[in-house]
């Protein structure tokens, strides 16, 4: 057992648990688009950045990926985590502005607008959650990233329809912006 | 080549190979270095072999093919021993002549001989050039005596008797000991204390620890690893084989970006040459060690360097860096204990176990010790590789060394640390070198890289590169570093066009915010430096490029204008016989027009005109 501090409430949880999984349990709100209970944790999205206020690793830490020690003193709703949350969504808003369920968590989070303009929108903000669908559930491996930077992009092999991918939807479930549609083929 | 069975058939040898040496020998050092050979090294070692032959000197004279010096300004390099004459620029033409008068007569050519930039005069010995003189090559210096290729090269001048010392008195602990008390710190960057590491490895639990030298060396314009792994190979094996044996590592790698073919050529030729003697493989020296090592090769992504993304490639994942909640030094490559260390910090280990740690400590500043070898380059006029001891100012590795600015333009500031590090202004010339000190003023020692700048350098510019870079080299996974980046490039890119607007560098400076606290990796977390160092000793810069639309240091085309003064103007013609683009009209002896719409500002007219006529505004 780990014996730790969340929001100046003390909890007693099992070994080996995120900060992220003990708040979700325990109703403390945490914004998160990348982590998904049934997958291994990724830390891609930062929206779950908390202050470690005591610990091995003080300062931002994405609480997705972190997990409790003994001591440890966490906080999840600072200035410093509120203010560079705000700019994360800002960043993600821009490069989608059409994501439904993006805009409604950050509208959650009090952000409508985003005062950068980007030109290329899409929907998918390259959260993983699908690749690790298909890796960790389906276990077909049909999809991955591919390119790198701002170029990076969820693909099959060589941009090619996938011979392996069942069509199982797994993919599409898991997208937290709706950017995976499913086709009926013929 | 036998296989060695003990440290005693090792001193055997070492004393064998030590006593064939004669000093007296007239010997020829010819830098065959990247940078040497792509200035004509391979013609230079050619005639030298071809008139050797020709002229029947081969007795009499040896022909040594080196790594490289690092004096790459001046290549090809030839450095003739025992004298230690130094000759630079050295074309295949002067070889009969270097053999015929300098070998045989014992005659100096004047016109191969260094002139000092400052005083013009010629200097004959390689210890007395600015360059040289005030360096302290301890790690780099070995390189102009050895063939890279001949691991009894390498042992006739001391290589491996620190593997032997170790493995005959020391015990793991005690290896770990001697790092800790040298005060030794990662070359590859972060300054992580080495010894700290192999005992926190040591300490971990696992079937199989691996050691992994960190030979990806991504920053532009730095090149110093891969001039120890080509001049040196050897010594940065031993260390790895001395870390190994003190971290019980069975296993090794190094990882090599695939853009070094010279470095990997001479490392394995150095992993064969280990393994027949019986450095690498079962029973090594007979001490019941086994080790060995293997080669990974990487694609050339920057991210790569960063040691999770390192090990992830190593493992034929795609490489790009996980949170580091669990040290590598616990759970690194598969999941096993994991020693990774930069290829300069490797080849530290051999010289502190012979020097002893007490010698090593001494040289330095309070907490960074030992030497650094940095890249020399930009606007400096000694480009090259310099090694200096920990806390030499600034000022002394430029204008002592490095012969000061070309041309003799204004220095205007330097850029330390690769892509992520920040730019030095002049005010700060003496400020000692070592990584406390570098972090202080805004930049960092990252892995040596030193770009000088003069008054020709836009530092908005600057800034516009390095974050174009990063923005290329990030791997994508995180917002904040993928998003990010790509919105600072566009800000900047706009402040250079012309389009800066009110608000952009309070954006800017709010990005660089989330992406320092932010990012998954220090990739996003430092990618912001160039641009916060820049704004911070030049925010003048950025203002009258965003408010007066102008770029003072005449980099950014859309804000500079070229046009011809009438008064200097003598209508020679000359620019517009140049003008790549036909924008330069006019008659002979009257004067020129440059026709804006064709003007694409490369400034080859003001280069052309030889009365200053061609104005840049
Ligand atoms: C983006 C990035 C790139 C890096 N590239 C290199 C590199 O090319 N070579 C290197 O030795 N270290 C590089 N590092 C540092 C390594 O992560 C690691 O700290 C280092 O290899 C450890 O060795 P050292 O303690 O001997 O410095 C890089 C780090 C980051 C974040």
Redesign the interface.
């Known amino acids: 057992m780990v014996k730790f501090t969340l929001n100046d409430r003390d909890y007693e949880v099992e070994d080996g648990k995120t900060i992220l999984e003990v708040a979700l349990e325990n109703g403390v709100k945490i914004p998160t688009l990348c982590y998904h209970k049934d997958l291994t944790s990724y830390?891609?999205?930062?929206?779950c950045?908390v202050e470690i206020i005591d610990g091995a690793?003080p300062?931002?830490?994405?609480s997705c990926?972190?997990?409790v020690s003994d001591g440890l003193v966490v906080k999840t709703d600072t200035e410093?985590v509120k203010k560079?949350r705000d700019?994360?969504f800002e960043?993600?808003l821009?490069?989608c502005p059409d994501s439904e369920k993006l805009t409604k968590l950050a509208e959650e989070y009090g952000i409508t607008k985003s005062?950068?303009e980007?030109k290329d929108k899409g929907k998918c903000?390259?959260c993983?959650l699908c690749v690790r669908a298909c890796a960790e559930v389906s276990q077909r491996n049909a999809i991955?990233?591919a390119?790198?930077?701002?170029?990076?992009q969820v693909n099959t092999p060589f941009k090619r329809i996938s011979q392996i991918c069942i069509g199982c939807g797994a993919c599409a479930y898991v997208c937290p912006t709706g950017a995976i549609e499913i086709e009926e083929a013929d | 080549m036998a296989k060695l069975k003990s440290v005693k058939e090792f001193e055997k040898l070492h004393k064998q190979l030590t006593g064939k040496k004669n000093p007296k020998k007239p010997s020829i050092a010819v830098c065959a270095g990247t940078g040497c050979v792509a200035l004509g090294a391979t013609g230079v070692v050619d005639a030298f072999k071809k008139e050797i032959k020709r002229m029947k000197l081969s007795e009499k004279v040896e022909l040594l093919i080196t790594g490289c010096h690092g004096f790459c300004e001046r290549g090809v390099v030839v450095l003739l021993r025992p004298e230690g004459i130094l000759y630079q620029r050295v074309k295949p033409a002067d070889v009969p002549e270097i053999l015929e008068k300098t070998i045989l007569n014992n005659e100096i050519i004047e016109r191969l001989l260094y002139e000092d930039t400052v005083t013009g005069k010629k200097i004959v010995h390689e210890k007395d050039i600015p360059f040289y003189k005030h360096q302290d090559r301890l790690i780099f210096g070995s390189n102009n005596q050895i063939n890279p290729t001949s691991i009894d090269d390498y042992i006739s001048i001391g290589g491996y008797s620190a593997l032997a010392r170790v493995l005959s008195d020391m015990k793991p602990e005690a290896v770990v000991d001697v790092i800790n008390k040298s005060g030794l710190r990662g070359r590859g960057g972060g300054g992580f204390p080495t010894g700290k590491k192999w005992e926190y490895c040591r300490r971990a639990e696992g079937d199989i620890k691996y050691v992994i030298i960190n030979a990806d060396e991504g920053d532009p314009g730095a090149y110093m690893d891969r001039s120890i792994l080509e001049g040196n190979p050897h010594s940065v094996l031993e260390g790895l084989i001395i870390g190994a044996y003190a971290v019980e590592s069975t296993e090794g790698y190094i990882y090599v970006r695939q853009e070094y073919p010279l470095a990997l050529e001479h490392f394995t030729t150095a992993l064969d040459a280990a393994r027949k003697y019986g450095f690498l493989g079962k029973n090594i020296l007979g001490s019941g060690m086994n080790f060995d090592v293997k080669i990974a090769r990487g694609g050339g992504?920057f991210?790569c360097g960063e040691s999770t993304a390192l090990m992830a490639s190593i493992e034929g994942r795609?490489g790009e860096p996980?949170?580091k909640?669990f040290h590598t030094v616990e759970r690194g490559l598969h999941e096993s204990p994991t020693v990774l260390n930069n290829v300069e910090t490797w080849a530290n280990v051999p010289v502190i176990i012979n020097k002893g740690w007490e010698w090593f400590s001494e040289i330095g500043t309070d907490r960074s010790k030992g030497t650094k070898i940095f890249s020399l380059v930009g606007k400096v006029n000694n480009t090259g590789l310099v090694e200096v001891p920990m806390g030499t100012t600034l000022r002394q590795i430029i204008f002592d060394i490095g012969g000061g600015i070309q041309n003799n333009k204004k220095f205007k500031a330097v850029q330390t640390g690769g892509p992520s590090g920040g730019v030095v202004p002049e005010s700060l010339l003496d400020l000692p070198v070592d990584f406390e000190r570098l972090t202080e003023a805004g930049s960092m020692m990252g892995s040596g890289g030193m770009i000088v700048m003069d008054e020709n350098n836009c530092m908005v510019d600057v800034a516009k590169y390095f974050v174009d870079f990063l923005?290329?080299?990030?791997?994508?996974?995180?917002?904040?570093c993928?998003?990010?980046?790509?919105?600072m490039s566009e800000i900047l890119k706009d402040i250079t066009e012309g389009n800066g607007k009110e608000g952009d560098l309070e954006?800017l400076e709010?990005?660089s915010?989330?992406m320092t606290?932010?990012?998954?990796c220090a990739l996003g977390a430092s990618a912001a430096f160039p641009f916060l160092s820049t704004l911070r000793y030049f925010r003048d810069e950025y203002e009258v490029h965003i408010k007066e639309k102008r770029c003072p240091a005449h980099v950014c085309k859309a804000l500079i204008t070229y046009t011809i003064n009438a008064k200097k103007c003598t209508g020679c013609t000359l620019c517009a016989l140049k003008c790549p683009q036909d924008a330069i009209s006019g008659e002979k002896k009257a004067l020129h027009e440059i026709d804006q719409s064709k003007c694409i500002k490369c400034g080859i007219c003001v280069d052309a005109c030889k009365f200053d006529a061609v104005i840049v505004d």
């Not at chain 2, 923005?471 to 904040?480: A, I, L, V, Y």
């Not at chain 2, 993928?482 to 919105?487: D, F, K, M, P």
Request: proline share 1%.
């Open positions: 830390g891609a999205c930062r929206l950045m690793r300062g931002l830490q994405a990926t972190y997990k410093r560079t700019i994360v960043l993600l821009a490069r005062r950068i980007w903000i390259l993983g991955n990233f390119f790198r930077g701002i170029e990076r | 992504a991210v795609v996980r949170a909640h923005k290329d080299e990030s791997c994508g996974k995180c917002t904040p993928r998003e990010g980046l790509i919105q954006l709010e990005l915010w989330v606290e932010t990012s998954l």
